[in-house]
Nanobody, 126 residues
Framework: QVQLVEFGGASVQAGGSLRLSCVAS???????????MGWFRQAPGKEREGVATIDAVGGNTHYADSVKGRFTISRDNAKNTVYLQMNSLKPEDTAMYYC????????????????WGQGTQVTVSS
């Protein structure tokens, strides 16, 4: 049914910016409370961390404290795409970033999300 593919991961220097994109296929009109999408990341040896989530229509968002003021999540339902604009990147942002769909915007653990992309690597050097 739903398939997610992430784009935009790269290696950048600290202070740089990246924009991640997540394109969904087989996705129907998002209107339910469980139609939120989000970005999660995981570094080697670390637990999965919620980065940013957004509800079905973009009315509610949530950000990890570590990225507030630096990252912005947005979605374009007409294009079946979710974006993560990342500014002022830090070395600690280095991780594999995963797009997820079919969950709740207030779930920062990712437990409620039913669909996951393959991930895109973000590496930030100092």
């Amino acid at each position: 049914q739903v398939q997610l593919v992430e784009f935009g991961g790269a290696s950048v220097q600290a202070g740089g910016s990246l924009r991640l994109s997540c394109v969904a296929s087989g996705y129907t009109a998002p209107i339910a409370s469980s139609d939120a999408m989000g970005w999660f990341r995981q570094a080697p040896g670390k637990e999965r961390e919620g980065v940013a989530t957004i509800d079905a229509v973009g009315g509610n968002t949530h950000y990890a404290d570590s990225v507030k003021g630096r990252f912005t999540i947005s979605r374009d339902n007409a294009k079946n795409t979710v974006y993560l604009q990342m500014n002022s990147l830090k070395p600690e942002d280095t991780a594999m970033y995963y797009c997820a769909a079919g969950g709740y915007w207030y779930d920062d653990q990712g437990i409620s999300y039913n669909y996951w992309g393959q991930g895109t690597q973000v590496t930030v050097s100092s």
